[in-house]
């Protein structure tokens, strides 16, 4: 799906290049779109595989002591997960366009990640690193849009910036958003 894109993939092709039978991807994983979301999953997991990200990130928030070890720890996961999801994430965005089901699963998958972020606001509140009247909501839905995938997408590949510009900029922007 990287090399051909996500129309010109077929489960037919997918099957060839695993080496092994198209009711094997069917029965083992899905169709076209669980595929595509269990890339996702193997490709955001990295090195933590097969550990599910929420619990990874939830034991490094709970591990900082203080507000400014949770930003950093954010603008580091952002940098290292879209280093390796970004082209992942380039097939979903071409798969939503043409494959309902890609649409409804990146929805869900987006929502998941607005509530998990809710946790890191909270645990940023519990170590007074939220301002005056911003609510764990609020905050959680600004980590969630200034670390979109499309944000990195955007900054990295396209405009050309290192993985170390977008780290501290990310950093800089939660702080002063955030605090």
Known sequence: MLERGYVATSIGAIADEAGVAVQTIYNSIG???EVLSAVLD????GPDAPALLPDVMRRRVAA???APEIIRILADWFTELHARTSGVF???GQATAVDPEVAKLELRRAAGRL????EAASALRARRGLRA???DHEAAAAIWALGHPQVYESFVTD?????SA?????GKTLKATLS
Do not use: D, F, M, T
């Open 115 to 118: 509530h998990h972020y809710g």
């Open 90 to 92: 380039r097939v979903i």
């Open 42 to 45: 193997l490709a955001a997991a």
């Open 64 to 66: 900082a002591v203080s």
């Open 133 to 135: 009247g911003l609510s």
């Open 31 to 33: 169709n076209k779109a």
């Open 166 to 170: 977008y780290r501290e900029w990310l």
């Open 159 to 163: 405009l050309g910036w290192s993985a």
